[in-house]
């Protein structure tokens, strides 16, 4: 990470690092996103609702690095390592992985909120890397942030039928739309929501999240005991199925 990005994410609360992964990795993470996404709009079908996932408007399929030999390799290239290293320590833990997928034409927005909002953790920081599998342009609903409002802490959250949300305000924020290859980091703290896709495609995206490996529950200080991917700054393979 350059001293850029640093102040970025120290600052701003997050920064977005351009060009640093290869069309052919973010291809090999679209088609296995691709497929998991598939069998999850399979299984929504019959539910509609799971969870925040809508079938046809957006689904989170979460947990795929521990399954897909391509995605738990992408996890631990050298620039995340880089950025884990730099921000969490030597000893790091996977706190969540997963796809985002927002459907064509999906109106609503996803909602402010911290990612500290859904199953915090102590230390309260962790880091959030949001990876397009294609270029995302404003009107495919983009991620919003709230720059330097990880300053605040973790706050408050209300559970809506769309999820969490922090923030009920006049801003709107600041759209970050990325290309593919690059990616935006940012702290689990900061505000942000994503907008409506008002495209005709659908909004594809993966998100891996890191955390210490000393990480705790919150609400209980029981051990997090999500899988290690860094060990004393090296990086650990997740074992496969
Ligand atoms: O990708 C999106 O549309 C928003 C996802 C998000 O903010 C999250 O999963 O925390």
New binding site residues.
């Given amino acids: 990470m350059t001293p850029e990005q640093l102040h970025g994410f120290r600052e701003e609360g997050f920064f977005v690092w351009q060009d640093c992964l290869s069309s052919s990795d973010v291809d090999a993470a679209r088609v296995a996103c691709d497929e998991w996404d598939a069998d999850h709009e399979k299984s929504l079908a019959s539910s509609i609702q799971e969870g925040i996932s809508r079938v046809g408007e957006i689904a ?1 399929t979460a947990h795929l690095a521990e399954k897909t030999p391509t995605l738990s390799r992408l996890i631990t290239l050298p620039p995340f390592v880089d950025i884990v290293t730099t921000l969490i320590g030597d000893d790091v833990s996977l706190y969540w992985d ?1 796809s ?1 997928y ?1 459907r064509s034409e999906t109106a609503r927005e ?1 909602p402010w ?1 911290q ?1 500290n909002g859904y199953t915090p953790i102590i230390p309260d920081e962790y880091v959030t890397c ?1 990876i397009p599998l294609e270029d995302v342009t404003l009107d495919m ?1 983009p ?1 919003w942030v709230l720059p330097k409002s990880h300053t605040k802490g973790p706050v408050e959250h209300r559970q809506t039928p769309w999820g969490q949300q922090c923030y009920f305000g006049p801003e709107s924020g600041q759209p970050v739309p990325v290309q593919k290859g690059s990616m935006i980091v940012f702290s689990s703290l900061l505000f ?1 929501r ?1 907008s409506a896709n008002v495209s005709t495609k659908t909004r594809r ?1 993966y ?1 891996v999240q890191y955390c210490s490996a000393q990480a705790r529950h919150k609400d209980t200080q029981e051990p997090f005991n999500r899988p290690v991917v860094i060990s004393k700054g090296v990086a650990v393979s997740l074992r496969q199925p």
């Fill in positions: 989170f997963q985002v927002k996803f909120h990612d949001w609903g991620v942000h994503s995206a998100i």
